[in-house]
């Protein structure tokens, strides 16, 4: 019973480094999204997906991308990092159905640019 | 633009000293209100939705209500392993994707 896996847990990147934050799900969820949760502020949204091979910008997508190939991965892909950068990045996923939208997250990954 | 707004921004209490956090929202058209239990270092944990003024919705010593502008989340004789923090989401009725989070109450019961 994974629900939403994240991967790497940490990381340090120095600033100008790319790196990409790997998210599955294994619920069959059609929407998946990536947040970022800064000290003291809501969850922001900067990406999300409503099926394979489409996705569209959140709140804070700059600095950002993402592809969607598949129902279960949403990779997050960072180019050329930026000490604003650093905080906690959660991918989620939920079903949109009749009833409503329920978002279920992954268990966060830490990013520190130096 | 939808806004969610949560207080106290901390909140400690003894064991079975029972509290409500407040969720104050504006939204044009709820679909669903939110509420998660995110604990350090974890990511936020599904609670409950509500879908509109009037409905309620328990579990174990926690209950959500919702008015047309606020959402309470009552703790009754809590126990230290609820100490996390309780977000409050909502969700507009226009434009699926959008979820607006708000800060959160962090909790911390004391035995």
């Known amino acids: 019973n994974a629900g939403v896996t994240q991967t790497p847990k940490f990381r340090i990147l120095k600033i100008g480094q790319s790196m990409t934050l790997q998210c599955a799900q294994d619920?069959?969820?059609?929407?998946m999204y990536w947040y970022r949760q800064d000290p003291g502020m809501g969850l922001k949204l900067i990406y999300y997906?409503?099926?394979?091979?489409?996705?569209d910008k959140g709140e804070v997508p700059n600095g950002y991308n993402v592809s969607r190939s598949t129902t279960e991965d949403f990779p997050l892909r960072l180019e050329l990092a930026a000490p604003s950068q650093t905080s906690v990045y959660f991918c989620?996923?939920?079903?949109?159905?009749?009833?409503?939208?329920?978002?279920?997250f992954g268990e966060g990954s830490w990013l520190t640019v130096v | 633009e939808d806004q969610v707004t949560q207080s106290p921004e901390a909140l400690r209490l003894q064991e079975g000293e029972s509290s409500s956090l407040n969720c104050s929202y504006t939204?044009?058209?709820?679909?669903?209100l939110f509420w998660y239990r995110q604990d350090p270092g974890k990511g936020p944990e599904f609670l409950f939705t509500?879908?509109?003024a009037g409905e309620e919705k328990e579990k174990e010593r926690l209950k959500a209500t919702l008015t047309k502008k606020e959402s309470f989340l009552h703790i009754t004789a809590p126990k230290p392993e609820d100490s996390a923090t309780y977000l409050c989401?909502?969700?507009?009725?226009?434009?699926?994707?959008?979820?607006?989070f708000g800060t959160g109450t962090k909790l911390q019961v004391i035995p």
């Open positions: 989620a996923s939920s079903y949109m159905g009749l009833s409503g939208n329920t978002i279920y």
């Open positions: 619920m069959n969820h059609n929407y």
């Open positions: 997906s409503v099926g394979a091979g489409i996705t």
């Open positions: 939204v044009s058209g709820l679909r669903g």
């Open positions: 509500l879908y509109s």
């Open positions: 989401a909502v969700q507009a009725s226009r434009g699926y994707q959008k979820v607006t």
